[in-house]
T-cell receptor, first 107, second 117 residues
């Protein structure tokens, strides 16, 4: 079945620094969605990408869908403590979830 | 926005008993809901797809007789963990699509922390 791989699993970031998490699939994805789960909370929808090469921004978050629609990335600039949580990508018609990238921030 | 309510948020039960978890879409109709299980610091594992008015579709390795799913209306799906055992202790979470297309974003409930003693 369709699998979505996500790296890194953990990201420890100095406050103010940038980081990127990556999502890869072995098959072409019809769409990719990104979710954020705060510690103790439930996943919350962030954004959806559908078009090849699509780039969307939400304030300090930049989401990109690869040209081949097999990979995606989430780049966060100037990390803040509010960015703490686990970021999941989910792709395809059955929305297979990646393992998530758990982000911690040191002040 | 679309809201999904899940109840209870926490439950502790004795081994051998059954527990029912409810998932409601509060301001929209959901013909399809999804049930997941999440272990600590791990991803969401899809257990089954709940379809209104028909049988649920279970993922490989998920026992349908142990995890009973009922989707009796367009706003309510229930997951019953039957004859619970300590290894069933986990975080169970439901979601529903906010629209009719398969591209529609998922809206998640707050989850249920099940502890079986």
């Amino acid at each position: 079945g369709q699998q979505v791989m996500q790296i890194p699993q953990y990201q420890h970031v100095q406050e103010g620094e940038d980081f990127t998490t990556y999502c890869n699939s072995s098959t072409t994805l019809s769409n990719i969605q990104w979710y954020k789960q705060r510690p103790g909370g439930h996943p919350v929808f962030l954004i959806q990408l559908v078009k090849s090469g699509e780039v969307k921004k939400q304030k300090r978050l930049t989401f990109q869908f690869g040209e081949a629609k097999k990979n995606s990335s989430l780049h966060i600039t100037a990390t803040q403590t509010t960015d703490v949580g686990t970021y999941f990508c989910a792709g395809g018609s059955r929305l297979s979830f990646g393992a998530g990238t758990t982000v911690t921030v040191r002040a | 926005g679309a809201v999904v309510s899940q109840h209870p948020s926490r439950v502790i039960c004795k081994s051998g008993t059954s527990v029912k978890i409810e998932c409601r879409s509060l301001d929209f109709q959901a013909t399809t809901m999804f049930w997941y299980r999440q272990f600590p610091k791990q991803s969401l594992m899809l257990m089954a797809t709940s379809n209104e008015g028909s049988k649920a579709t279970y993922e490989q390795g998920v026992e349908k007789d142990k995890f009973l799913i009922n989707h009796a209306s367009l706003t309510l799906s229930t997951l019953t963990v039957t004859s619970a055992h300590p290894e069933d202790s986990s975080f169970y979470i439901c979601s529903a699509r906010g629209g009719t297309g398969y591209n529609s974003p998922l809206h998640f409930g707050n989850g249920t922390r099940l502890t079986v003693t």
